[in-house]
């Protein structure tokens, strides 16, 4: 296992489609999952829950995706709504984080909100830890009321994004990274 700082000086996203299988095996999913779940989180409130999508589950969505798609716009083509099947279909995991703000007299919105994303973060480096190629993705779907009602989600739920796990098929480029000295000041 590398280095904590090494890895996390290094991590880079894997794109899904330069992922295949094998996923996390199921010990490796609840090490995963349970380091999701060990993140900042004011008054205990636990403002977030997770989805698997594994096997015909990805197809199951994909399928919901591109109905709602096929049904919102009537001029897709019908490459378009093959490829909306296929938004899950590429990595053999797929967790969705979903963010549920929770009324409290201490603990604004946005703190709850900005834990959800403490805990997709947190999957990401772990599964990363693990070896696997990580991805936090969202797309319109992610936004869409009839998908997430459709994947279950409650009306008060949202979607933080879809983190695609699997095993690179390729090293990734790494990306430029912000300057340190353009976005850090001293008071
Ligand atoms: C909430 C959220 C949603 C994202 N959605 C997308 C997306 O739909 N497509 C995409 O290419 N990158 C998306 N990204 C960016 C990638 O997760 C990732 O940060 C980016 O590819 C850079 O990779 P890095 O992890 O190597 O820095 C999203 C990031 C966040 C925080």
Partial sequence: MPDTIELLK????????????????????ETILT?????????KL???RFIIF???ARQRAGEIIAQV?????????????????????????VIGLVSITKP????PPFEQELSAGASAMNIVTAATALGY???WLTGWFCFDRDVLDRLGLKPEEKLAGMIHIGTPTKPSEDRPRPVLSEIVTRF
């Avoid at 380091?35 to 008054?43: F, K, L, M, N």
């Fill in 46 to 48: 636990a403002p977030w």
């Fill in 104 to 107: 409290h007299p201490k603990v």
């Fill in 35 to 43: 380091i999701g779940a060990r993140v900042p989180d004011h008054g």
């Fill in 133 to 135: 190629g990580a991805a």
């Fill in 69 to 93: 798609f096929a049904g919102k716009n009537p001029q897709a083509t019908e490459a378009d709504i093959e490829a909306e099947k296929k938004r899950l279909t590429d990595a053999p995991l």
């Fill in 54 to 56: 594994e096997g015909d």
């Fill in 10 to 29: 290094t991590r880079r996203s894997v794109k899904p489609r330069e992922m295949t299988g094998p996923g996390p095996s199921p010990a490796e999913l």
